[in-house]
């Protein structure tokens, strides 16, 4: 069963930066799909950001020019940038994976990271 575990959230002030990271453990044949995904109080999950195996990204509208997701192959590893902070980016981040282990496709969630955005 592949694990996936998110690390690197926190408080900073408005305009401040945080770098978020998750992990994927396991029998990983491949990973075709990495995102990022966060819900505030009393909303629903959404779409952050997301990167395929092409390198391929996409963002919400609401982050666009202020976070950059990337990846790492080797580590089985993707990294959320996020600058220029506000204080309507607070939330839970989850990190979800999709790909193929030892036995079959998987499609994995992170536990969540807190980021708040406060002064």
């Known amino acids: 069963q592949v694990q996936v575990v998110e690390s690197g959230g926190g408080l900073v002030q408005p305009g401040g930066s945080l770098r978020l990271s998750c992990a994927a453990s396991g029998n990983i044949f491949s990973i075709y799909y990495m995102g990022w995904y966060r819900q505030a109080p009393g909303k629903q999950r959404e779409l952050v950001a997301t990167?395929?195996?092409?390198?391929?990204?996409n963002y919400a509208d609401s982050v666009k020019g202020r976070f950059t997701i990337s990846r790492s192959n080797a580590k089985n590893t993707v990294y959320l940038q996020m600058n220029s902070l506000k204080p309507e980016d607070t939330a839970v981040y989850y990190c979800n994976m999709r790909g193929i282990d030892d036995r079959t496709r998987f499609d994995s969630w992170g536990q969540g990271t807190q980021v708040t955005v406060s002064s």
């Open positions: 990167i395929i195996s092409s390198g391929t990204t």
